[in-house]
């Protein structure tokens, strides 16, 4: 009899461990399923709809790769080599060296920096695009960042293209300390020289916006453009909620907030950014393939993603 309760007793304990052991972020990376709001919803399926849930519509996060594929006409573009500077000139240390942080967020993601310049075409109009990699530091800002907009900045106007931008990135990266922050009036110097010779400038906000790069290049755009459910803040939730000792708002800082505060433009799920971007560009530059019942249409569907989203 004792024995038989020892067994039910040790395997409840058994279950209870099962239930309280969270899988590791090694796991979840190799699992073929992510939780969503239907519970697992498998890999494969959101992959095949643009990185977003289909049943939510909640937008995941992508490569530069990736994005470039979904933005520019059949996914043809071509990407540009930018200048690195040196690696932590500072020799920052805390839990880790910043210089080994860089190593394996190179090893990674086999990129240099965060960023990644391409030019092709949307809706057969020539574009200098500017997309981020979160999965390097959180697509945070320094000096090789820095180097990236100006150099999409210069080519835009060498060769007479409207600039884009994926915003995204928890800010400017804290390792590189003022180097990082003096990122925000170089690249707001250049998008200034973007503008002023005359070419459109639009930002894409791709969740998180937050901290120096929505003090800077992401705020400056023509046009404010965010993907559904896109946080997009300068100070994060929990100081503001810890300062004005208040609870917040639900939908705090996510892009349908943002929207209705005058703060963006528009929202715009991500398998329509093309087209979106296609449509607002050809009215920017004032080309005659756009006709009235394309703008009509263009601020139809916006306010069609902006209600469901
Ligand atoms: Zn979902």
Redesign the pocket.
């Known amino acids: 009899m004792v024995n038989w309760l020892n067994k039910v007793f040790a395997a409840g304990e058994r279950i209870k461990a099962a239930i309280r052991k969270r899988a590791t972020k090694e796991e979840l990376e190799k699992s073929n399923y992510i939780s ?3 519970g697992l ?1 498998s890999k494969k399926e959101i992959a095949s709809n643009y990185h977003t ?1 289909p ?2 519509s ?1 937008h995941f996060k992508l490569t530069p790769t990736e994005r470039f594929e979904y933005l520019f006409d059949k996914g043809i573009y071509e990407t540009f080599k930018t200048p690195i500077p040196k690696d932590d000139p500072l020799g920052f240390t805390a839990v880790k060296a910043y210089k080994d942080q860089l190593k394996s967020a190179r090893k990674k993601t086999g990129l240099d920096c965060s960023m990644v310049v391409a030019s092709g075409d949307i809706n057969k109009i020539k574009c200098t695009v500017v997309a981020s990699s979160w999965e390097f530091l959180g697509a945070s800002v320094e000096a090789a960042e820095g180097e990236a907009i100006l150099y999409a900045s210069l080519y835009a106007i060498e060769n007479k293209q409207p600039l884009i931008i994926v915003a995204q990135g928890g800010g400017m990266r804290m390792q590189a300390s003022s180097i990082s922050l003096s990122q925000m009036p170089r690249t707001t110097l250049a998008i200034n020289e973007v503008k002023a010779a005359g070419l459109p400038y639009i930002v894409i906000m791709s969740d998180p916006v937050a901290g120096g790069i929505t003090a800077s290049y992401a705020m400056l755009g023509d046009i404010h453009i965010a993907e559904p459910g896109a946080t997009v803040a300068f100070a994060g939730k929990r100081v503001i909620s810890g300062t004005v000792q208040e609870e917040l708002p639900p939908g705090f800082q996510l892009s349908q907030a943002v929207l209705d505060a005058g703060f963006i433009d528009r929202i715009c799920h991500r398998k329509d950014l093309n087209k979106e971007i296609g449509k607002l560009l050809s009215i920017l530059l004032n080309k005659n393939s756009i006709s009235t019942e394309d703008i009509n249409e263009t601020s139809e569907n916006t306010q069609q993603i902006s209600k469901t989203a």
Request: positive net charge; glycine residues 0%.
């Open positions: 969503c709001c239907k919803v849930c049943y939510c909640k």
